[in-house]
């Protein structure tokens, strides 16, 4: 009876080029996405120095101040005047 089982594995083909490209490609893709994935996740952190100068008040001389508020534009279509004949 145990001669009757086959217990050798499958032939299985040797991958071609094209699978082989594929494979590898599909690695590299993935390892790519985890990459960017964990540059979302865990951001770098600056550089104490522009860290530091972003957060200070600036001078008055280089803060612009913010200009008045604009005149307003009439949103009001203006009156249409009928032609005299």
Do not use: W
Not at 15 to 35: D, H, K, S
Request: aromatic share 8%; hydrophobic share 35%.
């Amino acid at each position: 009876m145990a001669a009757e089982l086959d217990f050798s594995p499958p032939e299985i083909p040797e991958p071609t080029f094209m699978e082989n490209v594929l494979r590898y490609g599909l690695f590299i893709g993935a390892i790519f996405q985890l990459i960017c994935v964990l540059a979302i996740i865990l951001p770098v952190s600056k550089s104490h120095k522009t860290d530091s100068d972003s957060f200070e008040p600036k001078n008055s001389e280089t803060v612009k101040k913010p200009r008045a508020t604009a005149p307003q534009i009439s949103k009001k279509p203006k009156k249409e005047t009928k032609k005299k004949r």
